[in-house]
């Protein structure tokens, strides 16, 4: 990555998981504290909805927050997704009472999205904070196809 900018909008999703996979944690960092960190995040939350898994959603009505941390200002990052009537939304604004809070820096967020980190080590680990409905914690998951390296 080394100084280029990283714009997942123009990047295929596997492409981009590869970048994450083979560059390093500082890399990652300095580019989460730079300009790009609200494109990055923005377009890969925008991705979400577009592999949700439905058939594996059932009835599950719930609005999910994400706060994803590091920000350079010391401040968090918040999503909402709303999974409800079989679909996955991103929402303009997170309002809702989350049934679900996930908590993590944003290094550790790109490696979760990408596939590169497993979901369960990360919470044993410390590097993912869950607060809510255990269930939905051990689903959530499970809800999406997540692109691979």
């Known amino acids: 990555m080394s100084g280029n900018?990283?714009?997942?909008?123009?990047?295929?999703?596997?492409e981009f998981a590869r970048m994450v996979k083979t560059t390093s944690a500082d890399e990652l960092r300095r580019m989460m504290h730079g300009n790009q960190r609200a494109a990055?995040?923005?377009?890969?939350f925008a991705r979400m909805p577009g592999v949700f898994r439905a058939d594996r959603?059932?009835?599950t009505n719930a609005a999910i927050h994400w706060q994803i941390?590091?920000?350079?200002?010391?401040?968090?990052?918040?999503?909402?997704?709303?999974?409800?009537?079989?679909?996955?939304?991103?929402?303009?604004?997170?309002?809702?009472?989350?049934?679900?809070?996930?908590?993590?820096?944003?290094?550790?967020?790109l490696n979760l999205v990408t596939g590169n980190a497993h979901p369960v080590l990360m919470v044993m680990r410390?590097?993912?904070?869950?607060?809510?409905?255990?269930?939905?914690?051990?689903?959530f998951p499970k809800l999406f196809d997540i692109p691979k390296a």
């Open 69 to 109: 941390g590091d920000r350079p200002d010391g401040g968090v990052d918040i999503y909402e997704l709303v999974i409800a009537n079989g679909t996955c939304t991103l929402s303009d604004s997170p309002d809702r009472e989350p049934k679900l809070t996930l908590m993590l820096g944003a290094v550790d967020f």
């Open 126 to 139: 410390g590097r993912l904070k869950t607060r809510g409905d255990a269930a939905l914690t051990a689903r």
């Open 57 to 59: 959603a059932g009835s």
């Open 5 to 14: 900018y990283v714009n997942p909008a123009t990047m295929d999703p596997r």
């Open 40 to 44: 990055v995040l923005d377009e890969l």
